[in-house]
């Protein structure tokens, strides 16, 4: 089975400072691990995606996060948060074949404060 | 532009009465899921579509419905909606099931039971 673990339900940066959201995930297979930004009232919309390949994963809108299998984590990070960054973020976690659903976590939010 | 359309954004239906929420997609994708996403929660997997061949979560309520009649539209009916029906509900569409699969999201439609 898989689950995600989102460390902090709600994270605070001034414009301008890094972002980091953390996220831990446990898999009984191989998995694959996603990180989905929604602004108010939107859908999903995908930032980045690990599927096996390169440990360090780049995405839209300067993410980027890095799997660490040693530590079971796929945290996101951004080197300096912008106004427009403010949103809920959700790690999920599947595995790499079948049709398995996607497990959420249950979101961060991020604020950016002026 | 839009891949993944969902109408209507906002729906009020009274409790007990019959509703249908649509999604069509211009992506020919295979698989359209429907999610369930309440109030700062996770979104919530109720069943999906990959073709023809309908998948249904263990968990989710034998009021929920949901209907395809051709690959570009998918249908989710609520047969008697009570006040914890009151959410967003979000479709989505992916190529395949695998986890390279990326799912596109829809905007989503809030539903209120009064």
């Known amino acids: 089975a898989q689950s995600v673990t989102q460390l902090d339900s709600h994270v605070s940066v001034s414009e301008g400072t890094p972002v980091l959201l953390r996220c831990n995930y446990s898999s009984s297979y191989s998995p694959s691990l996603f990180w989905y930004v929604q602004h108010p009232n939107k859908g999903l919309q995908l930032l980045l995606k690990?599927?096996?390949?390169?440990?360090l994963v780049k995405g839209i809108n300067g993410f980027e996060a890095e799997f660490k299998k040693s530590e079971t984590s796929f945290h996101l990070t951004k080197p300096s948060a912008h106004m427009s960054d403010a949103a809920e973020y959700f790690c999920?976690?599947?595995?790499?074949?079948?049709?398995?659903?996607?497990?959420f976590g249950k979101g961060t939010r991020l604020s950016v404060i002026a | 532009d839009a891949m993944v359309i969902q109408n209507p954004r906002y729906q009020v239906t009274q409790f007990g009465k019959p509703v249908t929420l649509s999604c069509s997609q211009t992506?020919?994708?295979?698989?359209m899921y429907w999610y369930q996403q309440k109030s700062s929660q996770a979104p919530k997997l109720l069943f999906h579509?990959?073709?023809?061949?309908?998948?249904n979560e263990a968990d989710t309520p034998d009021n929920f419905q949901s209907r395809r009649p051709n690959t570009s539209f998918c249908f989710l009916d609520i047969r008697s909606p009570g006040l914890g029906d009151a959410a967003m509900y979000l479709c989505?569409?992916?190529?395949?099931?695998?986890?390279?699969?990326?799912?596109?999201f829809g905007p989503g439609t809030r539903l209120t039971v009064t």
């Open positions: 999920v976690v599947t595995v790499n074949s079948g049709n398995t659903p996607l497990v």
């Open positions: 989505a569409t992916s190529r395949g099931r695998l986890a390279l699969d990326e799912q596109y």
């Open positions: 992506l020919n994708h295979n698989v």
């Open positions: 579509y990959y073709d023809k061949d309908f998948n």
């Open positions: 690990y599927t096996s390949a390169a440990t």
